[in-house]
């Protein structure tokens, strides 16, 4: 089982960036896809879901408006669409996927670093 994350990197305040997560080992189209971030010092911290086909995603407050998440599932890829990024948004990026079920199954990626600054 993989979680590949890629497309991090260092952004200008206002930029843009398009984070990767490339999926392999298990059926991706039967796990739900969240995008994780952790700054120094602070929790991590759920910033968008979408579900298994798709749907309507969730995104946190802080995001809501300039964070787009989506999923192909032909390619076993999620995305994160950021824009109009703020130096708050500089963190680690995580993709984890969840199926619910007996047992559940949780899988991690192992992250990509967003750094903000001018």
């Known amino acids: 089982v993989q979680l590949v994350e890629s497309g991090g990197g260092l952004v200008q305040p206002g930029g843009s960036l398009r984070l990767s997560c490339a999926v392999s080992g298990f059926t991706f189209n039967s796990f739900v896809i969240t995008w994780y971030r952790q700054a120094p010092g602070k929790e991590r911290e759920s910033v968008a879901t979408?579900?298994?086909?798709?749907?309507?995603?969730t995104y946190a407050d802080s995001v809501r408006g300039r964070f787009s998440i989506s999923r192909d599932n032909a390619k076993s890829t999620a995305y994160l669409q950021m824009n109009s990024l703020k130096p708050e948004d500089t963190a680690v990026y995580y993709c984890?996927?969840?199926?619910?079920?007996?047992?559940?199954?949780?899988?991690w990626g192992q992250g990509t670093q967003v750094t903000v600054s001018s």
């Open positions: 984890r996927a969840t199926r619910p079920g007996s047992p559940p199954l949780t899988y």
């Open positions: 979408t579900t298994r086909a798709g749907g309507t995603p």
